[in-house]
């Protein structure tokens, strides 16, 4: 072995004086021999060095600031594994009382001890919990009908988030897509119903949509859908796909309904990760009684005092966020998580009206009903200008902001929109630092002689003058 001085003790070594930092980084080999902790943290470190600060970072959804004592507590839990429950039983209890909480916040009826759901990596995998269930529920009533459970298919928008692209590839279950119109970027009721046949297993709804923050109407749905259940005499469910709106809805609009109140929604999913405000990977799924989730899918363990129900598609995980799902249910109680949506809308709202204000801009909706919302350049300005969203996404990069730009899901692909998504540690006064950073990049960008290459490259897209900006005012506000 050459890299063996480590025994004559070179941790002496400081650590960009060592031979490391003069080589590349292992590619494709374990390196023969070890080197010091210092050097190897700084390597890995200086390997992962941020090119966005996370709270810059208006891109995601997913919790980038937690306060002191939750992320001593989870840094404390980190090499706990929940699935050990011989051997942190008090870990499958507390993970049992945060269902309990969540299953309340969505009006569960469920009148046992503890509710009936899961803890999850993140919604994509509550998603697939509560995709498989109704699944299996599908095939029992059928296959007690005598009927073909070869074709199973589910409804849900084109605006729907990736993993349920997933779930229809891996399980070989038909997604079916209601479109999206300009005007109607929200789940339609009615259409989804024609797309419903024997073999429909769920509707998935979605309560802040990823692509425009908005929510599809649930009670509506659950209304049509109680209906063509009566009429078919089928039995199709609803399962929510409320990954961020499952935290957001019970504190900002309480006296909604679009959880277990309404008759045919059985599950829930969503990330305890996003406005659950805890740090990834976390998801939880509800469903509305134990009756709900199959058999199949429940592995019980009775050796702890309680009746511990586990479901999920991972075996080993981490516990630390379970630990941190607890803590700020009893830091911020019913009222603080309410303060913090409450300032988290009044932001979104704030940057809402002052991107309203912008000659380039038009809001998508006006509506901001979940902390984020989408804008395009109006179609006037963009008949005339020589630069595109993407090109301000660049320049807003180089102050450290990740604001993305993209285009609108399948049948409004032709929209290029830019969003933001404001989450706990955004404040006001870095909304305000972030307007001004947009405002000197746009004065650049109106300087342009010439188009720049992504206009160019949009303009062979889609001409001009032929085009499909023909919408001229921003979706009005619901009655
Ligand atoms: C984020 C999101 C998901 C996936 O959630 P993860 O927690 O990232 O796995 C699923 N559905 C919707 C609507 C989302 O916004």
Redesign the pocket.
């Known amino acids: 072995m050459k890299d063996s001085k480590f025994r004559k003790g070179d941790a002496q070594t400081a650590v960009y004086s060592s031979d490391e930092m003069l080589r590349p980084s292992p590619v494709d080999r374990i390196p023969d021999g070890p080197t010091t902790p210092q050097i190897a943290y700084q390597m890995v470190k200086d390997e992962t060095y941020a090119q966005t600060e996370p709270r810059l970072n208006l891109a995601t959804?997913?919790t980038t600031y937690m306060d002191e004592y939750a992320t001593k507590l989870m840094n404390e839990a980190i090499n706990i594994n929940y699935i050990d429950e011989t051997e942190y039983p008090r870990i499958a209890v507390m993970n049992a009382k945060c269902i309990n909480i969540i299953a309340n916040l969505w009006n569960t009826p469920e009148q046992a001890k503890y509710k009936c759901g899961a803890l999850?990596?993140?919604?994509?995998?509550?998603?697939m919990l509560g995709g498989v269930a109704a699944w299996l529920r599908w095939k029992k009533r059928r296959q007690e009908q005598n009927k073909p459970t070869d074709k199973p298919n589910f409804v849900i928008s084109a605006g729907?988030?990736?993993?349920?692209e997933k779930f229809a590839q891996l399980w070989q279950i038909e997604m079916r897509q209601v479109p999206l119109t300009i005007d109607k970027t929200t789940l339609d009721p009615e259409e989804a119903l024609k797309m419903c046949d024997e073999n429909t297993i769920c509707i998935v709804p979605?309560?802040?949509?990823?692509w425009t923050g908005l929510n599809d109407d649930v009670q509506e749905l659950d209304k049509a859908l109680d209906d063509f259940n009566k009429h078919s005499g089928l039995e199709i469910p609803i399962h929510v796909?409320?990954?961020?709106g499952g935290f957001i809805l019970p504190f900002i609009q309480p006296d909604l309904k679009w959880d277990f109140r309404l008759k045919w929604v059985l599950s829930i999913?969503t990330?305890g990760?996003?406005f659950g405000l805890v740090y990834?990977?976390?998801?939880w799924i509800v469903w509305k009684d134990a009756k709900y989730l199959p058999k199949e899918m429940n592995f019980s363990v009775n050796y702890l005092g309680a009746d511990i129900t586990q479901v999920g598609l991972n075996f080993s995980r981490p516990a630390a966020q379970i630990l941190g799902q607890y803590y700020q249910f009893i830091r911020l109680g019913f009222e603080g998580y309410r303060e913090i949506q409450k300032n988290s809308m009044q932001i979104t709202q704030y940057l809402h009206d002052q991107i309203a204000k912008m000659k380039p801009f038009i809001n998508y909706s006006e509506d901001v009903v979940n902390p984020l919302f989408i804008w395009y350049m109006k179609p006037a300005y963009n008949k005339t200008a020589k630069w595109t969203l993407y090109d301000l996404q660049d320049k807003l990069k180089q102050n450290g902001w990740m604001v993305p730009a993209y285009t609108l899901p399948e049948n409004i692909e032709s929209y290029v929109v830019m969003r933001i998504v404001v989450r706990q540690g955004f404040s006001r006064d870095m909304a305000d630092m972030l307007l001004n950073d947009m405002k000197s990049a746009i004065a650049d960008l109106e300087k342009l002689t010439y188009p720049t290459p992504t206009r160019v490259a949009m303009e062979k897209k889609t001409p001009v003058d032929s085009h499909v900006f023909d919408h001229t005012g921003s979706r009005k506000k619901k009655k």
């Open positions: 959804f997913v999850a990596i993140g919604s994509s995998e509550a998603c729907f988030q990736v993993v349920w979605i309560q802040g949509v990823t796909d409320a990954a961020s999913s990330s990760h996003k990834p990977g976390l998801g």
